[in-house]
């Protein structure tokens, strides 16, 4: 089942902050976040596993609510180069195994303005 | 240098015929997977492949077929191509890392197929 993303569009000024929700109606077993730019391909942000484990670029935080299967992306101090659209995906599992494959949201298209 | 590639990257077709789009890893990656792309919209998963002959359906109903003979190579194939299959096809790879969840995926560049 699709992940549902939250909001579905965010505009900024430089320097500003911003936060991006995703959540699962389904148990999960890890949510990835990728950021995609216009005409260009999906580059990895980060890995927040169950239990706490999280993988990703150092200038770039989340946090994974297990109980609630929900996560958030926080963009802080935004720069211009972070604009474009930024999917979560999520693995759905239970009791420590994973199914594998990766269920994207919708998107959230964010917009920083000099 | 270690990477993913596609070919071609953009193909415009008639309707009927049919077409085979390249994905090539240099990575040693064991898992690959194809995804489609409306633009503007999210990834949708059509097949993936957890190693050489090894190939999986995905969550979207798709009419390609793909193969995985050898480890780097992931090539899908539309029989008889029609108008509905015009969309981004993106090709991503990823390495198995024996914990069982997946882990970070490397995309291609696409291939944006239009079909007339």
């Known amino acids: 089942q699709q992940p549902v993303q939250s909001p579905q569009a965010v505009i900024l000024r430089e320097g500003e902050d911003a936060v991006i929700n995703c959540s699962s109606s389904k148990a999960l077993y890890s949510v990835h976040w990728y950021r995609q730019k216009h005409g260009e391909a999906p580059v990895f942000l980060m890995i927040l596993l169950k239990g706490g484990e999280q993988k990703g670029h150092e200038k770039i935080s989340a946090s994974f609510n297990e109980k609630k299967q929900q996560s958030s992306l926080y963009l802080t101090a935004s720069q211009l180069s972070y604009s474009g659209t930024y999917f979560c995906?999520?693995?759905?599992?239970?009791?420590?195994?994973?199914?594998?494959?990766?269920?994207f949201g919708q998107g959230t298209i964010l917009t920083v303005h000099p | 240098e270690a990477d993913i590639y596609q070919t071609p990257r953009y193909l415009v077709i008639g309707t009927g015929k049919k077409i085979t789009l390249e994905c090539s890893q240099t990575m040693g990656h064991d898992k690959m997977y194809w995804y489609q792309q409306d633009p503007g919209m999210e990834l949708h998963l059509i097949h993936y492949?957890?190693?050489?002959?090894?190939?999986e359906k995905g969550d979207l109903s798709s009419e390609s077929t793909v193969s995985r003979i050898r480890t780097e190579h992931f090539p899908l194939t539309l029989e008889s191509a029609r108008p509905s299959h015009t969309s981004q096809y993106l090709c991503a790879s990823s390495e198995w890392t024996g914990s069982g969840y997946s882990d970070e995926q490397f995309f291609g560049p696409g291939t944006r197929l239009t079909v007339l």
């Open positions: 492949s957890y190693g050489v002959n090894s190939t």
């Open positions: 995906g999520t693995v759905i599992g239970a009791g420590g195994t994973s199914y594998g494959k990766l269920t």
